[in-house]
């Protein structure tokens, strides 16, 4: 055990999955489930993206083009 000196820890997660560029902040979550993205229907939102064809595959779809989730108010 150290004593007397301060030390950061952190935790880094990489997926493979690559930023599509869009950002959009959770604006109603219950738990850890997300309902809307900037007030609009989180799965309205993946319909929007997917497009009606692949939309049709959920929830199998979600395993395939997955969102990220970020927590602005974590510091590194």
Do not use: H, W
């Not at 007397?4 to 950002?23: L, M, Q």
């Not at 309902?35 to 939102?45: C, P, R, T, V, W």
């Amino acid at each position: 055990m150290i004593i007397g000196k301060n030390y950061n820890t952190g935790i880094g997660v990489r997926s493979g999955f690559e930023s599509i560029g869009n950002r959009f902040y959770c604006t109603e979550a219950q738990g850890n489930t997300v309902i809307k993205f900037d007030d609009e229907s989180a799965l309205g939102l993946y319909t929007l993206f997917l497009g009606e064809e692949r939309a049709k595959r959920l929830p199998g779809t979600y395993l395939e083009y997955p969102f990220g989730l970020i927590d602005d108010k974590v510091s590194i």
